[in-house]
């Protein structure tokens, strides 16, 4: 994928996340499993029965999903038992855009570290406004390559 496919699959890919990470989910201290369960009025045998699992098998999915030990396969199973979609997915905490321009800067803001100290030890120190000019014009050249080389440790 060239860099405009790239930001092109990110611009759209924000555009279906930007409305989950508005919402305010939080999830109930027994589990979503539990919450919708007993919502529903099933009982652990009833959806158990449902699962071809037997009802010991429920409580032990219930607690697993509280602890983070099940995996999606099961959630996605007990979610389609109980006439559920299940949804899975990473929100950033901040658009995408944002998250690679902050990584730029900090990437940048490390050469440019170097940079400064290695003149200084020469005597060739910069003006704080050239450092900034020179920061600025890094991020930009930052972004316009490759997200991955943002993300290598030098």
């Given amino acids: 994928m060239n860099a405009r496919q790239t930001a092109l699959a990110r611009k759209q890919l924000e555009r279906r996340l930007a409305p989950l990470r508005e919402l305010d989910l939080m999830t109930p201290p027994r589990g979503w499993m539990k919450a919708i369960r007993e919502a529903l009025g099933m009982s652990t045998r009833q959806l158990a029965a449902r699962m071809g699992a037997a009802?010991?098998?429920?409580?032990?999915?219930?607690?697993?999903?509280?602890?983070?030990?099940?995996?999606?396969?099961?959630?996605?199973?007990?979610?389609?038992?109980?006439?559920?979609?299940?949804?899975?997915?990473?929100?950033?905490?901040?658009?995408?855009?944002?998250?690679?321009?902050?990584?730029?800067?900090?990437?940048?803001?490390?050469?440019?570290?170097?940079?400064?100290?290695?003149?200084?030890?020469?005597?060739?120190?910069?003006?704080?406004?050239?450092?900034?000019?020179?920061?600025?014009?890094?991020?930009?050249?930052?972004l316009a390559d490759s997200p991955r080389r943002l993300w290598e440790d030098d």
């Fill in 55 to 142: 009802p010991s098998r429920i409580s032990a999915i219930e607690k697993a999903e509280v602890s983070g030990a099940t995996t999606i396969k099961t959630l996605r199973e007990a979610a389609a038992a109980m006439n559920c979609t299940f949804v899975y997915a990473f929100v950033p905490a901040k658009p995408l855009d944002l998250i690679l321009r902050e990584r730029a800067a900090e990437k940048a803001g490390q050469d440019m570290a170097r940079l400064d100290h290695t003149m200084q030890l020469e005597n060739q120190a910069l003006l704080r406004s050239d450092l900034e000019e020179e920061r600025r014009r890094l991020v930009d050249a930052m």
